[in-house]
């Protein structure tokens, strides 16, 4: 592990210059398991939050399939009920038939339009409360490094032809006392690192707010 001797971040590797504030002075420490960092740097962890836009990205179309449909269904509607009343003018049976067809249409296609408004709306709110969360322990969070770890695959989820995976640390929070942290899905990770760690950064005064990743710094 190196220390950066400028910004005092821990790294797992050396680099050229640190990927946080591009200083070229690093101190080598021996890789000893776990360390614990309570106070977090002047400007915050450097975090990867693309998983998250990622996953609010990928569900903006149903927020566009959702106007496609909302509109074929209003055009489809309109005229049949144009029709209709056409119909309906001369005292046809048929007018009124289409006149309630085209109102059932627009509802039904309206309804299902509307179930996938709200489905995108929740996935991309869920996405930007994550998001300002981890933002929030960047700043505020105790970082805990070097952590063994398990992958998760997401059943159901494929990225190509990968499998989206979490990943799952076991930490101790008080003396006998552990508890499981499970990652957000990854999407545009790497499966590993050479050295088989992770790092986890954790709010001490709330454990249900954290983040995991293969190298905060």
Known sequence: MYICEYCGRHLKKKYDKCPACGSTSFKKVQNIGEVVIKEPP???????????????????????????????????????????????????LFGYVFVGFGVFAFISVAGTALKFFAHSKNVIQGSNKDINKVKYLSQHGMLIKNLKYQIKPEKGMIQGDKTVYRIQVIYEIEKGKTKCFESEPKYLTALGRDDGTVDLLVDPNDYSNYFVDFEIY
Request: proline share 2%; glycine share 12%; charged share 20%.
């Open 42 to 92: 002047k400007d915050g962890y450097k975090v990867n939050l693309q998983n998250f836009k990622y996953e609010r990205k990928g569900h903006r179309p149903a927020t566009v399939l959702g106007l496609w449909t909302l509109g074929f269904g209003a055009v489809f509607s309109i005229i049949f009920c144009s029709v209709g009343f056409h119909l309906a003018k001369e005292e046809t």
